[in-house]
């Protein structure tokens, strides 16, 4: 394993893992990690719309849990471990924050590697890069082997 992030130490103080956690929220903010997972669940929230009794189209969250899965974890990046830790200055988070936000994004995925374990979980998508490091795929568990 590369590196001990505090998130990882179940002992660590509750008041440094409220801080981090705090933090990790802005930089999925700023950085697009709810984004990319809500980009690879719009074709499902497209077929799992409901028709409620008001006439207005909603999308249906247990629908689309029965119909998707997405996997999304960081794409392992020197300019976005670069990025980060600028970032994290730029917005005065914690050392400790800005340390385990690079140590994250070192722990990332390369596609290829990533495809790798698609593909050793019988899992037949396709991973995609998206804005902020990331890297997702998306498939229907009800459709078998995609």
């Not at 505090?6 to 705090?22: I, K, M, S």
């Not at 247990?62 to 997405?70: C, I, K, L, S, T």
């Not at 890069?129 to 229907?140: L, N, Q, T």
Request: hydrophobic letters at 45%; glycine letters at 8%; a positive charge.
């Amino acid at each position: 394993m590369i590196g001990t992030e505090l998130l990882d130490d179940p002992r660590a103080d509750a008041v440094l893992v409220g801080r981090q956690l705090r933090d990790i929220a802005r930089l999925n903010a700023l950085f697009g990690g709810t984004r990319a997972v809500v980009r690879e669940l719009e074709p499902f929230l497209e077929r799992g719309k409901a028709e409620p009794a008001n006439g207005k189209r909603q999308p249906s969250f247990d629908r689309v849990a029965r119909r998707a899965v997405v996997l999304a974890d960081l794409r392992r990046s020197r300019l976005a471990m670069a990025g980060v830790w600028a970032a994290s200055l730029c917005l005065a988070m914690s050392g400790v924050s800005r340390h385990d936000a690079v140590l994250s994004l070192k722990r990332g995925y390369t596609r290829e590697e990533f495809c790798d374990m698609l593909r050793d979980a019988n899992v037949r998508a396709v991973a995609r890069y998206r804005p902020g490091a990331r890297i997702v795929a998306a498939w229907s568990p009800g459709a078998g082997p995609q």
